[in-house]
């Protein structure tokens, strides 16, 4: 759905972005980590044609951008930076301009598509105020709603969740899930760990202007081939182990083992009382400041 | 998107008020005109307002003759600077552009729109004079036909033709003003400031215009020739003015429009 190759942007002496080859597959929920000055915002803009690349190319739905904008854009649905609109007008005129103003807006089921693009993210009944006296969480919804309304095959979002408190946070990240069940590819730009742990199927992580890392989520998160015990019994379970511990912090230990299954029965079997054991899994926290380490490192 | 561009001109609250300002100076200059009967003497003041007195009909020329100078220019130069810059500092520029609606497209839009601005403030100022002409002013002349600037009779159909002339030259004269802000506008950040720095053109264009000193640049000053649709009001006509203002202004359209194209087409939307 998205490829670049060697994606470069210089804003005069600064490189903002560096080499980027991102490879976001159809059916993805691809999240887009990186800190703010990362360059993620500019990398969105670059696939939405807003800012010309130095060097390097990029192709969305197989085709070349911003050459093919035209028949490309009309099947993307974008938020980039936070949302806009006319503050003096209402948030249904506002959606009916931007329909009018471009291709690919069918004017005779352009109210009904409002409708349900209000409905989906939740504004649907407060629409005769101009938005001018909207809260920060409904111009959110507004813009993911302006993003929806041609049903697109692929939304790039930047920051969506931005503004909205935690009931709202849950129900985008179900919205944007049934959209993907329902076939559309979600690109998810974000400073939230979390967030994206929670939605993603597959993570690029973006440092200083490179792409540090880019891997399906699962892969980076698979065991480490450790287990990590809690029990009360350190010095028990210790001397059965002994020399397959690896680190011990107050009742927790880490095993060396591969099969957490014979290690909980080994450890039942001596008398080890064991009141957590499961496999060692990294977050992704740990994955990301990894690779974000490890490039800092190469300069 | 003309279209779009054009409602968004008619939804806004701001096109109204600037409208009704614009008009407000005309209709109080009926309203003293009429209370104190002291027009200017003949040859002085604003065009055609000693005529009035006499020819109410006459008025929404000197209403026009009013507003063109300044107020027009002013709102036009705010008008037009908000184009680009105004859209890019509200956000709403990259929503447009990844809607998407080409570059190129949406300068036009833009310049329409201004245009529209320009015929429907044309529009009040001309029709709010009329009925203040016709209802307060001078009616002596209504059927004898108007008085040209050079003091001979005009019928009132050469009248309509030369006032169609005269704010065709007048829309023409705004469109130049309205490139150079559209340009500013594809450069600067505010809106606010590619309005002063098309008015700072201007000003700057009438000072020099005052100097003897600058003899040498002011054929090409973009205001030189701006109030030669009067001579379109002699008998016969004085084309000289006029056609070297025609001339000037569409160089000044054809040059910063291109350049606000060539700007705009290779701009990165950072906003």
């Known amino acids: 759905m998205i490829s670049t190759n060697g994606l470069t942007k210089h804003y005069g002496r600064i490189t903002a972005v560096d080499g980027v080859d991102l490879d976001v597959r159809e059916g993805d929920v691809y999240g887009f980590l990186g800190a703010n000055g990362s360059g993620k915002t500019t990398t969105v803009r670059l696939l939405l044609g807003l800012v010309l690349a130095t060097s390097g190319s990029i192709e969305v739905l197989g085709r070349p951008m911003p050459a093919a904008g035209r028949t ?32 690919g807006g069918d004017r005779s089921t352009r109210a009904g598509r409002i409708d349900d693009a209000l409905a989906r993210v939740g504004l649907d009944g407060v629409d005769k105020r101009p938005v001018r006296a909207y809260s920060l969480g409904m111009r959110q919804r507004l813009g993911l709603a302006a ?51 929670q939605m993603c199927t597959r993570v690029g992580v973006l440092d200083r202007g490179r792409l540090v890392l880019q891997d399906q989520l699962d892969h980076l998160q698979r065991p480490t081939g450790r287990t990590v015990v809690r029990t009360p019994d350190t010095g028990k379970a210790r001397a059965l182990l002994d020399g397959h511990v690896e680190r011990q912090d107050g009742d927790t230990i880490w095993v060396r083992a591969d099969d957490p299954l014979a290690l909980n029965a080994q450890l039942v079997r001596v008398g080890v009382r064991v009141l957590e054991l499961g496999p060692e899994r990294r977050s992704l926290e740990d994955v990301v400041l990894e690779a974000a380490r490890d490039s800092g490192d190469r300069r | 998107m003309i279209g779009v561009e054009l409602r968004k001109l008619v939804l806004s609250r701001r096109t109204w008020v600037t409208i009704l300002l614009i008009d407000a100076l005309p209709t109080l200059v009926g309203i003293l005109l009429a209370v104190t009967d002291l027009g200017p003497r003949p040859g002085t003041g604003p065009a055609f307002l000693s005529a009035v007195l006499t020819d109410g009909t006459l008025f929404p020329l000197a209403a026009l003759g009013i507003v ?12 037009a600077g908000e184009a680009i810059a105004g859209e890019a500092q509200q956000g709403t520029l990259r929503y447009l552009l990844v809607r998407p609606v080409g570059r190129t497209r949406l300068l036009v839009a833009k310049l329409v729109s201004v245009m529209a601005f320009v015929v429907l403030t044309v529009l009040v100022v001309a029709a709010t004079a009329y009925v203040v002409g016709a209802l307060l002013l001078g009616s002596e002349s209504v059927s004898a036909g108007a008085t040209s600037v050079s003091g001979s009779g005009l019928s009132s159909q050469e009248l309509v033709l030369r006032t169609l002339l005269a704010l065709a030259y007048a829309m023409l004269c705004m469109l130049g003003v309205a490139a150079i802000a559209l340009f500013l506008s594809t450069v600067v950040r505010m809106p606010l400031s590619a309005a002063l720095g098309t008015m700072a053109v201007l000003v700057a264009s009438t000072l020099l215009l005052s100097l003897d000193a600058a003899n040498v640049l002011q054929p090409y000053l973009p205001t030189r020739y701006w109030l030669a649709f009067v001579d379109l009001f002699r008998d016969p006509i004085l084309w000289r003015d006029v056609e070297r ?16 194209w060539a700007n705009f087409m290779t701009k990165d939307v950072t906003d």
Do not use: K
Request: no cysteine; aromatic share 4%.
């Open chain 1, 72 to 103: 490309v854009l009309p099947q993307v649905g974008a938020m980039v930076e936070g949302p806009a609109a006319y503050p003096q007008l209402s948030g249904r005129t506002n959606l009916a301009l931007l329909d009018a103003s471009g291709p």
């Open chain 1, 147 to 197: 993003a929806l309304l041609r049903r697109p095959r692929l939304l790039v979002l930047d920051e969506p969740t931005n503004g909205l408190d935690p009931q709202g946070i849950r129900e985008i990240r179900q919205l944007l899930l049934d959209l993907n069940r329902a076939g559309t590819t979600v690109f998810l730009s974000s400073h939230l760990l979390a967030e994206i742990e």
């Open chain 2, 68 to 79: 063109l100078p300044l107020f027009l220019p002013i709102a036009v130069a705010v008008t």
């Open chain 2, 245 to 260: 203002g025609v001339l000037l202004q569409l160089a000044y359209v054809v040059v910063f429009l291109g350049a606000a």
